[in-house]
Nanobody, 124 residues
């Protein structure tokens, strides 16, 4: 089974940029769509962005559209989340996951396995 490990989270100021990485083990990475979710304290895990297996298609939550960019490098078994113009409300633990449902789903039930998460804290 694919294993995922996120990295790159840290504390930043509002307006800053940050790039998260998610490294995958296993030979099936390039055949799966991938997604990023986030979970703030006391809130449900919510969809952020997803990318098709080839990288040719992406979609985003409205809250991050125009600020975040998801990409992938299948040769490196890695998916990225470039986050620009960060806001305090972006503070959360960010998780990556493999898609196991139809492309276009934003439901966490259609994603898995999951990484352990990486903390992003944005202060004003």
């Amino acid at each position: 089974q694919m294993q995922l490990a996120e990295s790159g989270g840290r504390s930043v100021q509002a307006g800053d940029s940050l790039r998260l990485s998610c490294a995958a083990s296993g030979r099936t990475f390039s055949t799966h769509g991938m997604g990023w979710f986030r979970q703030a304290p006391g809130k449900e895990r919510e969809f952020v962005a997803a990318i098709s297996w080839s990288g040719g298609s992406t979609y985003y939550a409205d809250s991050v559209k125009g600020r975040f960019t998801i990409s992938r490098d299948n040769a490196k078994n890695t998916v990225y989340l470039q986050m620009n113009t960060l806001k305090p409300e972006d503070t959360a633990v960010y998780y990556c996951a493999a898609s196991r449902g139809s492309f276009g789903s934003v439901s966490k039930r259609d994603f898995g396995p999951w990484g352990q998460g990486t903390q992003v804290t944005v202060s004003s």
